[in-house]
């Protein structure tokens, strides 16, 4: 987003596509092909920097149903991989790690053993 008002200035300034990709470039900012296509966006009127809404498939796995069949599936069992998830309730491994990820915002802890020998000394 940062970068679209950016171009949208420069734009706004006079400056050509050419000559505003290469500012950015310095900033480490955006790609050659992505300035180029929002300059030609604010050269055809759109002034909004934000995405339009795009058309397409809902989604159909991540429902509030599918959501708590997961979190009481891992109450039961938090061992439980993805795939075994994925495969009883017939939907996506994608969808799985979506629900489990960013619905029930549930992260894998690293657990790290170091086993000591018992020693007569040690006990």
Same mark, same amino acid.
């Given at each position: 987003?940062?970068?679209?008002?950016?171009?949208?200035?420069?734009? /706004?300034? &006079?400056?050509?596509?050419?000559?505003?990709?290469?500012?950015?470039?310095?900033?480490?900012?955006?790609? /050659?092909?992505?300035? +180029?296509?929002?300059?030609?966006? +604010?050269?055809? &009127? /759109?002034?909004?920097?934000?995405?339009? %809404?795009?058309? &397409?498939?809902? %989604?159909?796995?991540?429902?509030?149903?599918?959501?708590?069949?997961?979190?009481?599936?891992?109450?039961?069992? *938090?061992?439980? #991989?993805?795939?075994?998830?994925?495969?009883?309730? /017939?939907?996506? =491994?994608?969808?799985? #790690?979506?629900?489990?990820?960013?619905? =029930?915002?549930?992260?894998?802890k #690293?657990?790290?053993?170091?086993?000591?020998l018992? *020693?007569?000394?040690?006990?």
């Amino acid at each position: 987003m940062e970068q679209r008002v950016n171009i949208k200035f420069c734009f /706004k300034l &006079g400056r050509t596509a050419t000559e505003t990709h290469e500012m950015l470039v310095k900033a480490d900012a955006v790609s /050659k092909k992505c300035a +180029f296509e929002w300059f030609k966006r +604010f050269r055809d &009127g /759109k002034e909004d920097v934000k995405d339009e %809404p795009r058309s &397409g498939r809902p %989604p159909t796995s991540t429902t509030p149903d599918n959501i708590e069949r997961v979190r009481r599936m891992l109450a039961d069992d *938090r061992r439980l #991989s993805l795939r075994m998830i994925a495969e009883e309730l /017939k939907i996506s =491994l994608d969808s799985v #790690s979506n629900i489990i990820h960013e619905h =029930l915002k549930k992260r894998k802890k #690293s657990v790290y053993a170091f086993p000591t020998l018992l *020693r007569s000394s040690n006990v």
